[in-house]
């Protein structure tokens, strides 16, 4: 999983506390693997913020996939259309600081995350 | 074909895992891992999962799943050597790892299942004990 290390070179880069930087990769594992095996794979845009003396980091995972017809019931915790647990976009997004999901059935879906420094 | 290796050390199975896990590595461990439960009639299974700096809920699945499996198989599991920062992110996840008992590290692991080994064969061997006068009223 290279968007893994990616993510933790990033949040290293920025001085993320060690908890952090763990938070920030696992958002980023669930959702890679939300992509691959929901999205049939998709692209990760990382991108890294500066807002005054805070620095983050956002995550653009963007797939062409089926999307996602029902988003409210996606994000709960325990409903999944696959063979996991479901937890990956809820999970996901008590991770992160920020949280935003945009998904047309049919068309695809784009999940953004963005994870300040504490 | 990429394996986790599964030690026997006396009754017990140690599994280290060291590599990010995916999905096919992961099945492959599962049977492995039952195999040998019931090749080497072990009663218990030790993860160390202290090189991972990562448990995302595809990894906690598999830990509930291998233990569950165990359990059916007679065999106890103990997942050792969690990293803290690892601990609280998992439990923010959402994933307490319901019915996969831990410790700290193998050493502490190997206490607790050589307890519940001993209790069980006590519990096997041992004549039933007359029962209290007052059990009925106990419960």
Redesign the interface.
Known sequence: MLVRQAVRAAAVDLRFSLVDQTKIVTAASELGRNTLDYGGGGTVRLQVLQDGGRRGIRLTFEDKGPGIPDIERALKDGYTTGGGLGLGLGGARRLSNEFSIDSRPGEGTRVTIARWTT | MERIPILKMGDYLLVTIQV?MHDRLATTLQEDLADRIVKARSRAVLIDISAL??????I??MLGSIAAIARVLDAETVVVGM????A??LV????ALPGVRTALNVEKGMDILRQSLSDTVNGHDSQPVAEPADADAQG
């Open positions: 990010d700096e990562v448990v995302d809920s595809f906690g699945r990293r803290p920062a690892v609280i992110t923010e996840l959402g994933l």
